[in-house]
């Protein structure tokens, strides 16, 4: 291992430390405007460096976090998949949420899914939470999906984002949970 962190491999991906070599793909895929469909904004170079800035810290400072994710077969950077704690005052805070967020040519098949699985077992066989979640906004289909792939179930109450404005398109969230025992059943 080059920085001494942890290293996560899937059948065709590698979940990482971020490197410097990251920040530039990182930088084109926040900068494409239907990765960031479902976000307030495509995010400026240095906006995208500060984020990739805070998973690098949150990864050197616990060993886990938005992990850099790498196809083994190329070596390619391809986005972040992993474990995150929000910082936003969530109505179901403190939490531990599954993240993704790939470049264009990596979607449509299932590397967002094989990555989550890995964050998964990750966060409940090494960390031992108790559950995981994910929320997007309502229209993210691509992501409700990749939730639903791995047995998460949508809670009966969405939420407004904290974060945007009341009355922005993208304020209604949905949430996902998945419970230890539900993915321990799954996982059987
Ligand atoms: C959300 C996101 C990661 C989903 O990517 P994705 O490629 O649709 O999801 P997966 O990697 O699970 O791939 C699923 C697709 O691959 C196909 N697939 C092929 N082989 C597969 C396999 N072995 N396993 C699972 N799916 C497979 C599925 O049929 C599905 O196809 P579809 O494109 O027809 O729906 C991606 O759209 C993204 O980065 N979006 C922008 C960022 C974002 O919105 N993040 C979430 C914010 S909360």
Not at 19 to 42: I, K, Q, S
Not at 51 to 59: K, Y
């Amino acid at each position: 291992m080059d920085d001494g962190s942890l290293r996560i491999e899937t059948p065709r991906l590698r979940l990482r430390q971020w490197r410097d070599a990251d920040y530039a793909p990182f930088a084109a895929l926040n900068a494409d405007a239907e990765v960031m469909r479902y976000f307030p904004a495509p995010l400026t170079r240095a906006e995208s460096d500060a984020m990739a800035d805070r998973c690098r810290a949150l990864i050197a400072g616990r060993g886990w976090g938005p992990w850099a994710v790498e196809r083994k077969l190329d070596g390619v950077f391809v986005g972040f998949v992993g474990l995150h704690e929000p910082a936003a005052a969530l109505p179901f805070s403190p939490c531990v949420e599954v993240a993704w967020r790939l470049a264009r040519d990596a979607w449509g098949s299932g590397l967002a899914t094989e990555a989550a699985r890995a964050a998964l077992a990750y966060g409940f066989g090494t960390l031992g939470l108790d559950e995981i979640v994910s929320f997007t906004t309502l229209d993210n289909r691509r992501s409700r999906a990749v939730m639903e792939r791995l047995g998460m179930r949508e809670d009966a109450l969405g939420f407004e984002h904290p974060a945007l404005p009341p009355g922005h398109p993208l304020r209604s969230h949905c949430l996902y949970r998945l419970p230890r025992a539900t993915w321990r059943a799954g996982a059987a």
